[in-house]
C-alpha cells in the first residue's frame, strides 16, 4: 500500500522495522520512526512517530508524540502531536489526541478525545459530545382575547 503524499518523508524515514513474521511481547521504547508490521503486544513509549503497516497486529497500550494506522490495533492511544487512522485500519480502544484524522473505510469502536497539548486542555470543541441535557417543553402561547 502506498503511504499518503504527505507522508512520505516520514516514512522513507523509518530507523527500525518490526517486520512481518515477527512477534513481539513487552514493552516497546524508541526514537526516531518505527513500523509494525508484524505482532506486537504490551506497552508502546517514545516521543516519534509510530507506524502500525497493513496486515500488522497490535495489542497495546500507547503513548505517542505521532502515530499512523493502517493496521489492526487494539488498546488506547494517547499522542501528543496527533493520530491518523487509515483505510484499510481498525481501531478499538480510545484515541486521545490534539489532532485527529480517520480516513473513509475505516473501522473504529471507541471513544475520540480531541486534547490540547497543554496539561491536557481541551482543544477548541469537544470531540465527543455530551448527551444533551433534558429539555422542558414550552407551553404554546394564550391566544389574547
Do not use: C, W, Y
Not at 508484524?38 to 503513548?63: M, Q
Not at 488506547?76 to 481498525?90: F, L, S, T
Not at 477548541?124 to 429539555?135: E, F, I, R, T, Y
Amino acid at each position: 500500500m502506498t503511504a499518503p503524499a504527505r507522508r512520505e518523508g516520514i516514512v522513507s524515514e523509518i530507523s527500525t522495522l518490526l517486520g512481518r513474521g515477527t512477534t513481539f511481547e513487552g514493552k516497546l521504547t524508541f526514537e526516531g520512526t518505527v513500523r509494525i508490521d508484524g505482532k506486537l503486544k504490551g506497552a508502546v513509549f517514545s516521543d516519534d512517530v509510530l507506524i502500525i503497516g497493513e496486515g500488522a497486529h497490535v495489542e497495546a497500550e500507547i503513548d505517542i508524540g505521532e502515530i499512523i494506522i493502517q493496521g489492526t490495533l487494539v488498546g488506547n492511544v494517547r499522542a501528543k502531536r496527533g493520530i491518523e487512522v487509515v483505510a484499510p485500519g481498525r481501531v478499538k480502544g480510545d484515541l486521545h489526541t490534539p489532532s485527529l484524522q480517520i480516513e473513509k473505510g475505516v473501522v473504529f469502536e471507541g471513544r475520540s478525545f480531541m486534547e490540547g497539548v497543554l496539561a491536557g486542555k481541551p482543544a477548541a470543541g469537544p470531540a465527543v459530545a455530551a448527551a444533551p441535557a433534558a429539555v422542558k417543553p414550552v407551553d404554546a402561547p394564550k391566544p389574547v382575547k
